[in-house]
């Protein structure tokens, strides 16, 4: 078991460019997040995923975001047509349970700057 | 929305001085929990406190929990230069967690 993956970990592209970023949780746990995170702030929530399944999105998961788990394993995290707006730290975070109160572990971010 | 507040934003304390920083939320909670999270890096869980509990120890951190005042606190006793971080505490709302904007701790060596 080696905690959360997140890859890339940093990530630079041009402005109207599709990126995807990928997680891996840790094997056994069923519940999946991604969180952004911008330069003094605290992670702000933007989808959760109960195994395959995508209970939640916040409403600033905009059109050009969209995110996936095939068979509750991996995620991945697709912005479409970048805006220098979504610059920021993706934070991908897995727990176990069935709801939000568990120790939730992350992964390192993958940092995007769009240009 | 973030739905916890901490305070101080930044702290700046001398090696082996306590460190406090309080986090107050809105609406009612199971849980609360602390985070840190070094610069550039992922959070890592320090501490979960229950509703139906007031205080709880982990090593050098001691959480308490107000729900009355709907406020909580964490005490770093003994800081020491590697406790330099940001400190987040989190919510449960619904299946999610909701974080605060974090308070700087700097340990001055």
């Known amino acids: 078991d080696t905690g959360v993956s997140q890859n890339p970990r940093h990530k630079i592209t041009k402005r109207g460019q599709n990126v995807t970023f990928r997680c891996d949780p840790i094997?056994?746990?069923?519940?999946l997040y991604w969180y952004r995170q911008t330069l003094g702030q605290g992670p702000e929530f933007l989808t959760y995923?109960?195994?395959?399944?995508?209970?939640?999105k916040s409403r600033l998961l905009s059109d050009r975001f969209s995110a996936e788990r095939p068979k509750g394993s991996f995620s991945t995290l697709e912005i479409q047509r970048t805006e220098q707006g979504d610059s920021a730290m993706y934070l991908c975070a897995s727990s176990r349970g069935d709801r939000a109160d568990t120790e939730a572990f992350f992964g390192q971010g993958t940092r995007l700057t769009v240009v | 929305s973030q739905q916890g507040e901490e305070d101080p934003q930044a702290l700046s304390i001398q090696e082996g001085e306590n460190a406090t920083m309080n986090c107050s939320y809105k609406t009612s909670i199971n849980n609360l929990q602390w985070y840190r999270q070094n610069s550039g890096r992922g959070l890592v869980h320090l501490i979960l406190i229950r509703s139906n509990e007031r205080e709880k120890h982990s090593g050098r951190l001691r959480v308490t929990l107000d729900t009355s005042k709907k406020s909580s606190s964490l005490l770093i006793t003994a800081s020491r230069a590697a406790d330099t971080a940001s400190y987040f505490c989190?919510?449960?709302?619904?299946?999610?967690?909701?974080f605060g904007a974090g308070t700087i701790l700097r340990v001055k060596s």
């Open positions: 995923f109960q195994n395959e399944a995508q209970l939640e």
């Open positions: 989190a919510t449960d709302k619904g299946n999610k967690l909701v």
């Open positions: 094997s056994e746990h069923n519940r």
